[in-house]
Structures are given as C-alpha cells and as structure tokens.
C-alpha cells in the first residue's frame, strides 16, 4: 500500500452520524484542533434536520452517498450506518475506489468479510473492523498482530452488553425476563426490535468474525449453533442460585478433537469464576493461544465514546499508511485442515428444569430415559411445589453428556405422561478449576 492524503491533510468521510458516528466525528474534529492530520470532509445521514450531538463545520453534513464514496478530498470512508444494506455496497464502492475503510458493522462483516478483505487487497487499501466486536475492548488487532504467532486452542466471551443487562438484573434483582427487557429498553440498551440482541444473533456476527480471525477458519453465521435468551425465567437464576451457578449467555469457539466448535448459547457459569462477575453491559473475551496461555480482555462493549475510541484506533492506523506507506495487519491464511464441528458433538453437564406430576415412581421414569441414552444424574432437586395442581418443578443436573444423546432424551422425557413439560435445558461450561 502506498502513502497518499492531501499533503498535511487525511480526509475522513462518515457514512453514518447516529450514536457512534456523533462521537467519531467530535473526536476527529478534536483531534485537528490538537494539530492532528484528520479533516472530516464530509458525513452522510438520512435526515439532515435531525438534531445531532455534535457540531459540524458548515456543509459538510450530506444525504447523497456519493458526496463521501466518489469525493477525491476524501480518503477513508467509516461506515457507521449499520444494517446489511446499503452498508456493504457502500463499503465495496469506497474500496473498489481506492478508499480506507474503517467499519463497525459486524453483520457486513461476519457475512461478507472474505470478499471485502479481498476487493481491499486488489485496491491496495485497508479494512479494518476494530470496532465490530466487543465495543471499546481491542480485540481484532490483539488477534491480527500481537497473537499470531500463537494458535489460538480458544475463545469464550460475553460479548452482548444488552442481554448481559437483562440476564444480570434477573440475577441481581430477581427480575423477570420481560421487566428486565423492557429496563434494557428504556435505558437505549436494547432497541425497539431486541430480535438481534435476545435471540443472539448479534452474539454470532461476533463470534464468527473473532473465529475467522484466531484460527483462520471461515464460520458462516448461520452454521452457528444459535440460542437466545427468552427462555431463561426468573425461577431458573435462582435455582442456579441454590447449585452455585450464575447463567450467562456465552459464545465460544475453541479446538477439539477433530475441528473446531463455535456455539452461542445460555450456559451455567460456576459463580466463583471471574466470567460470572461480568455484569451489565460490561463485555469479556477469554482466549488461550499456545504461547501466551490465558488471556483476558474486559470493557464496555457499547456506547458512543468507547467504540469511537475502536473506530479511531482504526482510522489513525489507515491515516499511517496514507502517511508512510506500509500495510495494516492481515488475517491469517484460512486452514484447510480445520473442520467445523455440528454442536451434536459438544459434550458438558446439563441442567434440565421439568414441571412434573407430583407422585411416586415419576423420577424413575425420568432416570430410565436418561439412562436409556447413556446420560448419569448427578443430582435433582425438587423445587415449588404447586399442591392445588399436584405439580412440581424438578431440576436435574447431569454427568458430561454428548449433545446429540441429551436432545434425544429430552423429546422422550417430554413424551413422558408425568411429564407437564421440559421447561430449560441449559448447558453447564466447564472450567478448568470446577468441582
Ligand atoms: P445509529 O445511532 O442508528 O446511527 C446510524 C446512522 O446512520 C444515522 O446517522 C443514520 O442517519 C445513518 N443511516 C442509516 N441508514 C442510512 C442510509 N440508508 N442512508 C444514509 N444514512 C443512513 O447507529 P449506531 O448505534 O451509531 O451504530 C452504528 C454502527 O456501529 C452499527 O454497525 C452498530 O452495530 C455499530 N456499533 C454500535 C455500537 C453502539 O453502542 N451503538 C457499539 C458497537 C458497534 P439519520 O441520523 O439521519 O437517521
Ligand atoms: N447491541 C450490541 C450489544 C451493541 O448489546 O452488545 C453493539 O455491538
């Protein structure tokens, strides 16, 4: 990559001017005043008479694209609109141009990384996402740079700040799910439509641009074993509770025998490891290269000033490049040796809530469909009782079982004629001091 800008001058052009966008163009704006070579020359946005908490110089507020993708004055393009489209094609016209590109967008990116980080290699410029995962926390370049001499064995993360809201205040509070999301709401954590955060498909964008990153494997988003967190209920924390767990909603990627596993799930977080001490909408990212060990990475995953402060990490290393030449860091080769692995291979604890009938023989039969596939009960408890319906909540904590077996026992214990319902099934993560 050659150095190139407008002689002391680097011109940034915003495609977005919401929460982030706000805080990206006041920080390059405070920058120059510091004596910096940034120059905002231009910001897109749908509706230019919507107040906005920032102050731009005059004109340079735009709402047709090509006033920042076709201008020569501008020579990296951040994109902060979010959404699928028109932020791809956006992002290919500004890189097919010759642009930087700076992005947030971790839906373009778990999509359609492979092909954005090849058109920016034939145009001999840059793309960076910094700000894609995890909010403020430097993730991506640690993996990019400072890690790649390590293989990566795993990464285990929180990385949704609003269901890590929801899930601690029914932790903390005793909330209900809905109480607890409508909070989430009224703070301008969760959105209107808290479809991406509660059902974790923003967790899974994640996970797979940090697994594409750490062990050079393409995860396509939807080959991600996916839940959510709508079926976690109040009585579930504090069954946790009374076991020593917290629940969490994880996403995880890590090497085992035979390929790699990425999964994003509610999981039961033994209460005494620093994972379950992650709370609000704080986000957390272990990893474990072979050189390095254990590693820890801990911040405010969201929120206009700590992800500013990712997207301008970017764009001071694509303002370097202009200046000096050099390229910014790469990801590794894809692996052809590393498979991806279905989730029916996973193999952890469980723990099964039931709603039961309240009479003799019910856990026997209970223990036979378990048995039957090879599934050991390492304890039950019974919890409420509701006398007037003769019904009772059951909680079973099993021995490690296989995936596959542990489903296959559920649809028969549902089936069971003492069975009202199944009402969680909730993986226990392991770790390496657990008891
Ligand atoms: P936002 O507040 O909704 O802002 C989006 C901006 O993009 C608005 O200025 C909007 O214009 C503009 N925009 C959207 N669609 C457009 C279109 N078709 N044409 C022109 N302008 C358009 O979003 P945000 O929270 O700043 O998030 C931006 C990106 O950062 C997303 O990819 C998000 O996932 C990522 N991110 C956000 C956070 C966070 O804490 N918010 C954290 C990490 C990553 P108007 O203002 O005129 O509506
Ligand atoms: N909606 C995301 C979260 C923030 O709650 O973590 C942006 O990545």
Avoid at 389 to 399: K, Q
Wanted: aromatic share 4%; proline share 4%; with cysteine.
């Amino acid at each position: 990559m050659s150095g190139r800008g407008h002689g002391t001058s680097i011109g940034i052009g915003l495609l977005g001017l919401g929460v982030v966008g706000s805080a990206v163009a006041s920080a390059v704006i405070s920058s120059r005043k510091n004596g910096s070579e940034l120059n905002l020359r231009s910001a897109l946005v749908r509706d230019p008479s919507r107040q906005r908490a920032v102050k731009l110089p005059q004109g340079t507020l735009v709402t047709d694209a090509s006033a920042v993708l076709d201008s020569q004055n501008v020579d990296v393009v951040v994109e902060l609109m979010g959404g699928e489209q028109p932020a791809f094609d956006y992002i290919c016209r500004a890189l097919s141009g010759g642009k930087h590109v700076v992005t947030a967008n971790k839906e373009v990116i778990s999509k359609h990384g492979e092909q954005l980080r090849e058109l920016a290699a034939e145009n001999g410029v840059s793309l960076q996402y910094e700000a894609s995962v995890g909010g403020g926390i430097p993730i991506i370049n640690p993996l990019l740079d400072d890690l790649a001499a390590n293989e990566i064995l795993g990464l285990r993360a929180i990385i949704n700040g609003t269901t890590n809201y929801i899930l601690t205040q029914m932790a903390t509070g005793g909330a209900s799910f809905e109480d607890a999301l409508s909070d989430a709401q009224r703070l301008g954590y969760a959105e209107a439509d808290p479809t991406a955060d509660v059902d974790a498909f923003d967790a899974v964008y994640k996970i797979s641009i940090l697994a594409r990153l750490a062990f050079g494997v393409s995860v396509p988003f939807d080959v991600i074993y996916r839940e959510g967190i709508r079926r976690t209920a109040a009585q579930d924390f504090r069954y946790a509770d009374e076991l020593g767990y917290t629940i969490k909603l994880l996403a995880a990627a890590r090497r085992e025998d035979g390929g790699l596993l990425v999964r994003v799930h509610p999981a039961l977080v033994p209460a005494n490891v620093p994972m379950a001490k992650v709370e609000g909408v704080l986000n957390v990212v272990e990893a474990e290269g072979d050189l390095v060990g254990p590693l820890w990475f801990q911040g405010r995953g969201a929120g206009a000033e700590p992800t500013a402060s990712a997207v301008m990490g970017d764009v001071r290393r694509a303002a370097a490049v202009l200046r000096d030449g050099g390229s910014v860091p790469q990801a590794r080769p894809i692996d052809p040796d590393l498979s991806l692995l279905a989730m029916a291979e996973h193999e952890c604890k469980y723990y099964v809530r039931l709603t039961v009938r309240d009479s003799p023989g019910v856990l026997a039969q209970i223990a036979g469909a378990l048995g039957d596939l090879d599934i050991s009960i390492a304890s039950v408890l019974q919890m409420d009782a509701d006398p007037e319906r003769g019904s009772a909540d059951l909680v079973i904590m099993t021995h490690p079982a296989r995936e596959a077996n542990m489903q296959r026992a559920v649809e028969r214990i549902d089936a069971l004629g003492v069975v009202d319902t199944v009402a969680n099934l909730i993986r226990v993560e392991s770790y390496p001091d657990d008891r």
